[in-house]
């Protein structure tokens, strides 16, 4: 029994997976900040995101408004 293929030759050669293309980070900070990464202690951390809730305010504004007074009593 003769066998019929239903791919021409150029649909059965392996192909190699095109890249997208490399979209450039638009990042969401805002004109005139800058994003700062710290590592800090898990409890920390859980007491920040408790007293911004407590305040209805971010951990940022926290953080911004504490680093604000603590470099105007240098």
């Known amino acids: 029994m003769e066998q019929i293929d239903f791919v021409d ?5 392996p192909t190699t997976p095109q890249r997208a293309p490399r979209m450039r980070r638009t990042g969401s900070v805002r004109a005139g900040h800058r994003r700062l990464t710290a590592d800090i202690p898990a409890d920390l951390h859980k007491r920040l995101k408790m007293q911004a809730l407590r305040e209805d305010r971010s951990v940022t504004d926290l953080i911004v408004h504490a680093a604000e007074y603590y470099l105007r009593k240098l």
Do not use: D, F, I
């Not at 030759?9 to 050669?13: A, D, G, K």
């Open 9 to 13: 030759q150029q649909q059965s050669l």
